[in-house]
């Protein structure tokens, strides 16, 4: 065997070398850099807990009952994702914004192109609303100016713990769901239920660990939104239930100090709750 | 908001204390160092390429559709194992041994229980062999006394490049397996094919993440081993034909350089080639 020879040959030391040395150099340039780095990852993991064969066994069933798990209506590697971190890491990674700016979270999987567009102050509650609860606020850039033609896209669960496309049979469509749009002063005002939390989907092999591990599969009750106007980046993200038991245990980590607001009860008419949060946009670089 | 719930909510900077925080006390200990290590190294790569959302979905396909090309045929995850050389990491940190004794390789999923016992100098190749080959050596401990009673099971492709298993329509069966016991010489010698390369399974999300690598599916030609004997660590090994073409680049890494064995030409009747590998068992401790 010659030097080059003994190079190639996969050695427990140099195993990171023997797999990455083996990447063409005609590789997109991005992919090989991500590649490098699994690679690298992967074997400190295995190197640094000296993963049995057994255990090898148990996580090659585990990733491959993960996707078969996964149909249509369920992404059980998204849960995988979100329960252990990444989803929020690569969410605030891409979404870096200064102080002052309002913060992303996760998007979920229940968003729904399409929601219908109402009028401020209009109810997105069109079923099952005893919790009704006014949601208002502002949107404005980083200076204080109120920002007009926002689009706010809106959607949470109903008292029952579940979004509407996770009960395709219960009319109407787009319960708890719609887009409403700012005028120059910048303000929103719209109608619905007070949250609840859930939990996530948890019987399927990321249940499964959630248990092993000694951790629920409960998320805190959140509005969603998504808002977005010309010239800002938009902001994907929840205004969570102050109060609420799980804020400091989301099953998916998506809780932000800055995204707790606060719902206060009142007597209006059928309204008995309000809640008030301001969105402050940045504008795009 | 109290110091103790500051700490648990998720940051950027601060990603694997708040995954880890989670893991329950009562938690196996060992499943809670793993996953601990698992958070720290997938965070860890995530941060270090700063993964986007475009790539972080493509992950989530490539994982989904991986899980879902496994069927009690093809076991997809094992391939990924293979070719990013976590299967062969594993194997070399489970089986460190003293120098001189023989080195383990991967298994690899074409193993069979209950092959037939043949007695020494037995042709495994029923069906297909023109190429026949007389494998022989010895089977010894590391002072290199004669191990009696060892068990030695063998198996390899077909000279189409395919295991009997891979075709089973194709009879007999155990075609190209057998297993063989010493006696008090510690010789062994069976008659076979001289093994041929081959791809591995490459029609599914593993074979395009090779090709997208500049990477190609091949195996260098080997015969596969395990040699167990009372008192001794069992080895799972190959023997790679000297000369392949793939033994620089097997797609999954198992080439050592220990392994690699000389087939010379031989008159001998039909057998065409002859081929010596003496294998040095470790005392279990």
Same mark, same amino acid.
């Given at each position: 065997m010659n030097e080059q020879a003994k190079i190639d040959y996969f050695t427990e030391d140099g195993s990171v070398a023997a797999v990455n040395a083996r *990447? !063409?150099?005609?590789?997109?340039?991005r992919l090989a850099d991500v590649m490098r780095s699994l690679v690298h990852h992967l074997h $400190?993991? *295995?190197?640094?807990?000296?993963?049995?064969q057994e255990e090898w066994g148990v996580a090659i069933d585990f990733l491959t009952r993960t996707g078969q798990m996964c149909d249509e209506n369920r992404q059980e590697y998204i849960l995988l994702s979100d329960v252990l971190g990444a989803s929020m890491l690569v969410d605030a990674i891409n979404n870096r914004r200064p102080t002052g700016a309002t913060e992303n979270t996760v998007l979920g999987p229940f968003h729904v192109d399409g929601a219908p567009e109402y009028a401020m102050g209009e109810n997105i509650?069109?079923?099952?609303?005893?919790?009704?609860? =006014?949601?208002?606020?502002?949107?404005?850039?980083?200076?204080?100016n109120p920002v007009e033609g926002a689009r706010i896209d809106v959607w949470c669960d109903s008292e029952d713990g579940?979004?509407?496309?996770?009960?395709?049979?219960?009319?109407?469509?787009h319960n708890n769901r719609g887009?409403?749009?700012t005028g120059p002063d910048g303000r929103y005002w719209f109608r619905g239920i007070k949250p609840v939390s859930y939990p996530i989907p948890d019987d399927g092999p990321v249940g499964q660990m959630l248990t092993k591990l000694g951790r629920h599969p409960y998320r805190p009750a959140h509005m969603h939104f998504i808002v977005s106007a010309p010239g800002f980046d938009t902001v994907v993200t929840h205004t969570f239930? $102050?109060?609420?038991?799980?804020?400091? !245990?989301? $099953?998916?980590?998506?809780?932000?100090? !800055? =995204? *707790?607001?606060?719902?206060?009860?009142?007597?209006?008419?059928?309204?008995?709750?309000?809640?008030?949060?301001?969105?402050? =946009?940045?504008?795009?670089?």
């Open positions: *990447i !063409s150099g005609d590789t997109h340039d $400190a993991f *295995i190197k640094d807990v000296e993963l049995t509650t069109k079923q099952g609303g005893r919790e009704t609860c =006014l949601f208002e606020g502002h949107v404005k850039d980083l200076d204080g579940f979004y509407d496309v996770q009960q395709p049979d219960v009319q109407p469509r887009v409403f749009t239930v $102050a109060g609420d038991d799980y804020l400091t !245990s989301d $099953a998916v980590f998506g809780v932000k100090e !800055s =995204l *707790i607001a606060s719902y206060e009860p009142v007597e209006d008419g059928e309204t008995k709750w309000r809640t008030a949060y301001d969105f402050v =946009l940045h504008r795009s670089e």
